[in-house]
């Protein structure tokens, strides 16, 4: 597909290198002539140097041919205007980004008034994974399928653990529970392993399995099930507020730390239910006065990473809080993973992905649509869930049966709300819901997955 991409700064650059990646035609736009040239020549696309809400600039573009336009700058109102022209001239799927709250609350009323595709607000997507991983403080990071029937969590494997030497065929029978491990990430590699596997302390496991049976393996661990009981979050932005609503509905206590005394005295007004403190977090000794020795949960949500990182790596000296650190760039991304810095939050990478599943829904027209995407381990494996539809050729066949590419594994069917973990002679259904784990990123279809 022709797709046009307006804006090249963190969100922009990610979409242009996965979506070239994935063979799609695309052109990039920015008003930064260096920015341009820099994402043209690292990702092998087209670059145009200009103002993307600009007629001229889109025809030059190719809008009329094009397929979708994605409007990722930082001004809303210059998505938002990019969007509108685009469908006006060439008729055109268009996605945009939309982080402003007020706008947030009229989404929909934007979208159908403006003829918008999907509008992504990357502040509040962000805020949604973080409360998904303070509910379950054992998890790396926590993912939901099915409409919320089905959890796939990473846990990091520690020292002196039941699962340390343990083969995965021997799992179900030593600790009674039916999950699944469908990843392992050691050091460098992302594997999807066989029954003989052998696991190790610090391999990095990601878990199927419905919520009731997630948090009956978690109890038979030892490790903590319910949603951390308070937190200090640090950095009063959009993020934060977004972030701060959700866990003050489930009765989380919360505290935020902002420097800025106007900012605080909008946090105020934004969050009655908060405590708020205006002071500098890099300050040890306030930390310490405000309760981090006995906090739960503790949130790096500055718009710096250095400052994020730092403040993660001393806590995480002081305190067994659950952490989550919040981080924009990649250039360092190999470094920062090899932190034990908790759980890493990267808001671009969870735009990308709400970006490329629909992307590949759209390009998909027969046998199943994708209904989720997730990236996980670095981005080199990726879990997607399929809507079975009629014609679907692996309707009514054992899955032992199924000529299944390498690398490739169904960890999940959903039928009729039923939620199992499939195994040889388990039969996929037409109107069942598959989630399906593999290391060969791209896939639009699961007949991409059959041999």
Known sequence: MKIIIVGCGNVGATLAEQLSLEQHDITVIDTREQVVETISTACDVMGIVGNGASFSVQSEAGIREADILIAVTGSDELNLLCCLIAKKTGGCHTIARVSNPDYSRERAFIKEELGLSLIINPQLAAAREMARTLKFPSALKVDTFAKSRVELVIYRIEENSPLCNMKLKDLPGSLHCDVLVTTVERGAQALIPRGDFELKAKDDITIVADPAKMVEFFKTLGKATASARDVIIIGGGRTTVYLSKQLLQIGVKVK??????????????????????????????????????????????????????????????????????????????????????????????????????????MKNSMGSNIETLYRLNDNRVEALEFLIKEDSPVVGIPLSDLRLKPDMLIACITHKGRVTIPRGQSVIAVGDTVILITTHTGLHDIRDALK
């Open 256 to 361: 935020i730390i902002e420097r800025d005394r106007q900012r605080c005295e909008a946090l105020t007004e934004a969050l009655p239910k908060a405590m708020i403190i205006c002071g500098d977090a890099t300050d040890k000794d306030l930390l310490i006065e405000e309760g981090l020795l006995e906090t739960e949960a503790f949130v790096a949500n500055t718009d710096f990473d250095e400052e994020n990182i730092m403040l993660a790596l001393f806590v995480k000296s002081l305190s067994k809080a659950k952490l989550i650190t919040k981080v924009h760039r990649i250039t360092y991304e190999e470094i920062i993973g090899n932190l034990d810095v908790g759980s890493i939050i990267y808001p671009k990478y969870i735009t990308a992905e709400s970006i490329i599943k629909y992307i590949r829904a």
